[in-house]
């Protein structure tokens, strides 16, 4: 129960996510290890109340209504030549081309160090994943409604391939439903999206209002300057 009493209404990650996005008037940051366009953030049975949840088209969407839309991933070097798929499947560079001449603006950044000569910079880019995880946007007031507030998601769940799961944690019974075309496996050799199983996903994320969400504001902004 709730401190008052009251039933207790627990967060739902992919479905809070959807609604602050959709939501934002002014801005929508968003820093990735990984972040795949073609997933969807509402699924099952309430899919058919957000059909527009697809996470490529409702930024493009919200960025052509003249919300700032900024997306920051982790450069993959595996992959820059365009050559392999990428070592990792981080999607990076499929991602900055999907973004590639709308309105969201997107940047495809390595990990960076400061050195000598840069050689340092070189070797801990080419070596060292960024693993922060955020998504960052304006909301309601709830003091003052001509005001908006700040506030950020932040944790160890990317908006990539293979994260979105629910308690139940299927293996198999999701593939061609909740898990049509977002089969992900790094466990099982031979498994594939016909057969299963697929990797059940267990992470922590957490919703931040007030001083707090500023503070991963912040950060998101001094990476985006700095990088």
């Known amino acids: 129960t709730e401190p008052d009493g009251s039933p207790y209404n627990p967060t739902r990650c ?9 939501n934002a008037e002014k801005f929508v940051y968003i ?4 972040v795949y ?3 969807s ?6 899919a058919a109340d957000y059909p527009d949840s697809n996470i490529g088209e409702l930024l493009k969407r919200k960025a052509g209504e003249g919300v700032r839309v900024c997306v920051m991933t982790w450069n993959e070097k595996s992959n820059d030549q365009g050559l392999i798929a990428g070592l990792l499947g981080t999607h990076d560079e499929e991602t900055y081309e999907y973004f590639a001449g709308t309105d969201v603006i997107c940047t495809n950044v390595p990990r960076s160090k400061k050195s000598w000569l840069g050689l340092g910079g070189q070797f801990v880019g080419t070596m060292y994943t960024h693993h922060q995880k955020t998504v960052i946007c304006d909301t309601e007031s709830t003091i003052d409604p001509d005001r908006r507030r700040v506030i950020a998601f932040i944790g160890g769940i990317d908006l990539t391939d293979g994260r979105y799961d629910n308690p139940e944690f299927h293996l198999y019974k999701t593939l061609f439903t909740c898990h049509a075309g977002d089969f992900y496996q790094n466990c099982t050799p031979g498994s594939t999206a016909e057969s299963g199983p697929r990797e059940p996903w267990q992470d922590i994320h957490a919703r931040v209002e007030g ?3 500023l ?3 912040d950060n998101f902004a001094d ?4 990088q």
Do not use: K, M, Y
Request: no cysteine.
């Open 37 to 39: 366009t073609a997933i």
């Open 211 to 213: 001083p707090t969400a």
């Open 223 to 226: 990476r985006w300057w700095q």
């Open 31 to 34: 820093a990735g290890w990984s």
């Open 215 to 217: 503070d991963i504001h």
């Open 41 to 46: 953030l509402v699924r099952g049975e309430e």
């Open 14 to 22: 992919w479905l809070d996510i959807f609604h602050a996005i959709s």
